[in-house]
């Protein structure tokens, strides 16, 4: 699909505006380190939530030398990012030490990291998380299901049409997409075809031939079953 102008460079954009933001907060937190920041190549779909959209995603890692620990690391981080304008979420439950920073569609994430993952053995481990918006980055094109690879008028002499597909030859579930919608629009595996997108049944003939057919088969046919 053709990209929508312009997109990709505010992507580009973004993403270096949420490294320079990332790698300043690490400075600020730890200025004797230089983490190494990790960040997709390319923009991805971080939400399959429809319309796809996509975004840049990087992580860094640090260690608390600076800071006492971990856990006061990131509240502080937090602070900080408060101070300079973010809206902050902390989340201080014995499962999980993290603080969520929002602005502008932007968010990033500070966490304590668990001492069996911690990252270094000269202190707690934490670590830096950030996304760039969700941004539409193809035109959305509307789905059109596919015909049937099979009317009642191109049968052909000892088939039926599939008794699940009624000659669609797709998986019917899904429509042939793979992946079905949810109530808040988010792609979900098609719990039919298990993203094979043909017919389970017929594998995509959109019929089933009478001599080839087993009792089970036959008993989905009223003009099959036995009187």
Request: charged residues 25%; hydrophobic residues 35%; glycine residues 8%.
């Amino acid at each position: 699909m053709p990209e929508i102008p312009g997109t990709r460079e505010e992507l580009e954009n973004a993403a270096r505006f949420l490294r320079d933001r990332m790698l300043s907060l690490a400075k600020d937190l730890e200025p004797g380190q230089h983490p190494d920041i990790t960040m997709l190549p390319e923009p991805a779909i971080l939400d399959w939530r429809e319309p796809l959209r996509h975004a840049y995603k990087a992580t860094l890692r640090l260690v608390a030398r600076e800071q006492p620990s971990a856990t006061h690391a990131v509240r502080y981080g937090g602070d900080l990012l408060t101070a300079r304008g973010w809206s902050v979420e902390n989340d201080t439950s014995p499962a999980e030490i993290r603080a969520v920073a929002r602005r502008d569609g932007f968010v990033i994430t500070l966490y304590a990291v668990h001492q069996e993952q911690g990252v270094s053995q000269y202190g707690d481990g934490y670590g830096i998380g950030g996304e760039t918006p969700h941004v539409l980055l193809h035109e959305p094109v509307a789905f059109v299901p596919p015909e049937p690879v099979v009317t009642t008028e191109s049968l052909p002499a000892g088939a039926l049409l599939c008794y699940e597909c009624d000659g669609l030859g797709w998986c019917p579930g899904c429509l042939g997409r793979g992946f079905t919608l949810n109530d808040d629009r988010r792609r979900q595996r098609c719990n039919l075809c298990f993203t094979r997108r043909l017919c389970p049944i017929c594998e995509g003939a959109g019929l089933k031939w009478i001599h080839a057919m087993n009792h089970w088969d036959r008993t989905q046919y009223p003009e099959l079953r036995p009187d």
